[in-house]
């Protein structure tokens, strides 16, 4: 392609000021392209939120798409109990799903709402011209600005906000998906679901409750506290997991809106029959993971054979379970055994053939005690990763669910429950606080150290009485 | 109580909304000690020297324009000319000379470049330029440069992140700086003279104007400090404006 002085000066200006996007000239295909047909018509595209999809197209001619997308900047949840300044297209992240078909001509309509704080605009990768859009939107408060487009290439596109400082606004969650259907359409499959992750950059760790602001260190280290799945932990779990029937096929548009992480994505359990790669036209068959890239995208098919829970994640793992890339696609429908048998037989195995197994001769050694410090910082991020995602962040549990730990009345006359609850698990009826709870605790496997440590930190935190509980003492409820 | 009574129902108000305040001409200034400003887009490499200056302590109330629309009706809600303001010009008010006093103390917004020049001019007075405006705008509680106080940019970033609110606080509600200037952050955005460098080249149809400003100056870009996403944020905002925009976050005060 050649480059234009526009083109040159333009992708200077994008590094220092974000304004224009990048991809601002597409290649021309030129001949490959067939005329596509006179535009027919009008409509306006219906929009959905993720992770729903807008029905597949059934036009065969191309036509006139009015898009209103309102640019909304509002508090949400990240995380129960978290909370942060969202830039939404739409009111939600990722922003709203716009569906086209290939040689429409498309009437985008960029609404900024009078609330907004901010200047935004649309960079959308489906469009070819300059920053996608993003200069013919430059949108302030209480305004609204329009562009047209012939979305001449078929894909799935990521659009986002390109105004500066882009990076932040990104960060922020202002991106989604644009899906240019081929002319021909997409093959019919049972489900389409929306799935864009991002990364998020806050004043506080992960699951710190309360109002988090954005942290333009962590940002600049590409250091991320929260890597999601449409844009909240758990906005595919829970209540909100994907389903699907076996013998159904799924079809999964996945985008990522980044700044900064690249997704390896894959769902455990499954292997793609199909991947749009980079959300093309290239097709490649039976990935486990396919690379999505900040920016990018990749459509994913693949046919439920059996029933059961398959975990949508980032498979740079720990942030699956650690920073919140987990979502869940649950399949309902009779088992296939010759597909997937199930556990089968679990017996012992001895690879020295069964004869008496050398021991370590040397005991470990007793690791030191820790100090209370030590405990209640080990303890804090022990809760994070084990407790909370039950009794929640900031120990208020859920009601009639989980009983909460916030001045609970349960283990206040004797700390040591505490640690007896975690060491041998809890089912049954109690009442806590008044309120009774009859539900399950599982036991929860973690070291005398582990279990002394998250348990001082329960006892000194959520307005309990304070406390310290030793390893000893847990060593001496484990017999 | 004056005599002149409001006869619109609601809870609205007419000129007296202002009664009993400081003439706008006694409105409070200070003096902002001057300083180097480095813009972020300039054509010139360097930084632009500010002057010494005075500057309004608070922004410009909706009771303070009252006034001002009482003086010169033809900048009034029903008389302004199209040319110099949208259709949103003093969109919050209820007519004329009429809106809910609870907001009077409140800055004034919808307002647009022109009308906010012309205010300041009708006081013997005149818009900041962006480099006043960003001189004053640098001081903390503390310090006359509080540039690489982490937890002042904090703050100032952190309001930039927030939708705004659906009533505005009253001016004098955000903090007191070391110039004795309220409200240039946490409050409302403020017009500024060359808000825009391409106005003052004349006129600008479509976006001629964002893109002489922005690709033009942007090929000589006086780097400045690029983590400073806050006047990034200003900037941008002050990009996306025209002269006669007016928008519920924008409000103006006046200098000397
Ligand atoms: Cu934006």
Sequence with gaps: MKESKYHQISRIVFLFLGIVALGCGRAEQGNTRETQGEVRGEEEAILTFAPEVPPPITRDYPTKVIVKLDVIEKEMEMMDGVTYNFWTFGGQVPGKFIRVREGDQVEFHLRNDPSSKLPHNIDLHAVTGPGGGAVSTFTAPGHETQFTFTALNPGLYIYHCATAPVGMHIANGMYGLILVEPREGLPKVDREYYVCQGDFYTSGAYGESGLQSFDMEKALDEKPDYVVFNGKVGALTGDNTLKAKVGETVRLFVGNGGPSMASSFHVIGEIFDNVHVEGGTLLNHNVQTTLIPPGGSAITEFKVDVPGSFILVDHAIFRAFNKGALGILQVEGPEDKLIFSGQQDDRIYQPEGGAVQSMPSEEAKPAQPLSKEQKLELGKSLYISTCQACHQADGQGIEKAFPPLVRSDYFASDPTKVADVILHGLSGPITVNGKPYNSVMPKQTLSDQQIAAVATYVLNSFGNKGGEIRESDVARLRK | ?256
């Design chain 2, 1 to 256: 109580m004056s005599h002149r009574l409001a006869h619109l129902g609601l809870a609205l108000i007419l000129a007296l909304a202002a009664h009993g305040q400081q003439r706008p001409g006694a409105r409070q200034m200070v003096r902002v000690q001057g300083g180097a400003y480095l813009p972020l887009y300039s054509g010139k490499t360097g930084k632009t020297e500010v002057k010494a200056f005075e500057m309004d302590i608070f922004p410009v109330t909706n009771a303070d324009f009252l006034r001002f629309v009482q003086d010169y009706p033809e900048w009034s809600r029903s008389r302004i000319k199209p040319l110099f303001a949208d259709s949103n010009y003093l969109r919050h008010w209820q007519g004329d000379l009429a809106f809910d006093p609870a907001i009077a103390r409140s800055p004034v917004v919808n307002i647009s470049w022109f009308a906010a020049k012309k205010y300041c001019e009708c006081q013997g007075k005149r818009l900041p330029e962006t480099a006043e405006w960003e001189v004053a705008a640098k001081a903390s509680q503390t310090q006359a440069d509080a540039g690489s106080d982490p937890a002042y940019y904090q703050y100032v970033l952190n309001w930039l992140t927030k939708p705004s609110p659906a009533v505005l606080p009253r001016v004098g509600s955000t903090f007191r700086n070391y110039f004795g200037v309220y409200d240039l952050h946490g409050l409302v955005w403020e017009w500024t003279w060359d808000f825009n460098s391409a106005l003052s080249t004349g006129e600008s149809r479509g976006n001629a104007s964002l893109d002489n400003t922005l690709f033009c100056g942007g090929g000589a870009l006086g780097s400045g400090n690029m983590t400073n996403y806050a006047s990034f944020m200003r900037f941008a905002m002050r990009s996306s404006m025209k002269a006669k925009y007016c928008v519920p976050n924008l409000g103006f005060r006046c200098v000397k």
